[in-house]
């Protein structure tokens, strides 16, 4: 196990790193409407102010390469424990289906298959959320935080179920999602853009395993019950590449 996340961690600043190949032409820069107020707040920061320009040219190739547009970009999130990555989903508002944009590896991971209950049981949640907060100046670089504990959370949960649970930078965690700091620079410029064109809810799936009925199967437990609710969520999306009506709305 710590082999893979070591490979994990490789792999993830390999694919974010921040050379740049030798060109010809110059690289792409990450458009940012000057009219938004939320891009301008966030400029405020030095560490965003330092992964626009670092992280930036990648980000903004990564949108050419998928026909996206910076400033009516829709993200969505996906992370599935047993294949130890973040999946990055994007499309033009309107525009489709979203497609995958980019996988980044977790640089390391907690607890064990199943659901975050209680405060202190090094549990990454699962289920359905959204990011909730933008933090530029994190202990762990920059993060972005999910709305757990949410209502299903509350309902099936212990009374003091825990909190702060972030996708961040660095390569530790007690429950959280560490992607490492040069790959947190490109999700957070790709968060902000969404946030930024109108996204007000960027969901934030988290699974178990590909909540397939084989898997299930697979996994019997006290759990089968909890992840049998979360099926419908999952399997809408792998048919369709769109969130149910339900959780598009937020709910």
């Not at 988290?206 to 019950?225: C, M, S, Y």
Request: net charge positive; glycine share 8%; charged share 20%.
């Amino acid at each position: 196990m710590l082999l893979r996340f070591v490979c994990g961690v490789l792999l993830g600043l390999s694919a974010c790193s921040s050379a740049s190949p030798a060109q010809d032409t110059p690289p792409p820069t990450l458009r940012i409407s000057p009219s938004s107020t939320f891009w301008q707040e966030q400029l405020r920061f030095e560490r965003v102010r330092n992964a626009r320009k670092v992280a930036g040219p990648r980000v903004a190739a990564l949108l050419q390469r998928h026909y996206l547009n910076p400033e009516k970009l829709e993200i969505f999130l996906r992370h599935i424990k047993t294949d130890s990555t973040l999946e990055v989903w994007g499309r033009n508002q309107g525009a489709g289906p979203f497609e995958l944009l980019k996988k980044y590896p977790l640089a390391a991971m907690s607890g064990t298959l199943g659901p975050k209950r209680q405060s202190g049981d090094y549990q990454v949640p699962e289920g359905f959320y959204h990011i909730d907060r933008f933090n530029p100046q994190s202990l762990f670089h920059m993060s972005l935080g999910l709305n757990y504990p949410n209502e299903a959370d509350r309902a099936l949960g212990e009374p003091n179920p825990g909190g702060d649970i972030f996708i961040h930078g660095s390569d530790v965690t007690i429950g959280c999602l560490p992607i490492t700091d040069p790959c947190i620079r490109e999700l957070y410029l790709l968060a902000v853009a969404a946030r930024a064109s109108g996204q007000l809810s960027i969901p934030v799936h988290i699974f178990p395993f590909p909540l397939t009925q084989k898997e299930l199967a697979r996994h019997p437990g006290p759990h089968q019950a909890f992840w049998r609710g979360l099926l419908p969520g999952y399997t809408y999306f792998e048919q369709h590449h769109e969130l149910t009506p339900e959780l598009l709305a937020g709910r």
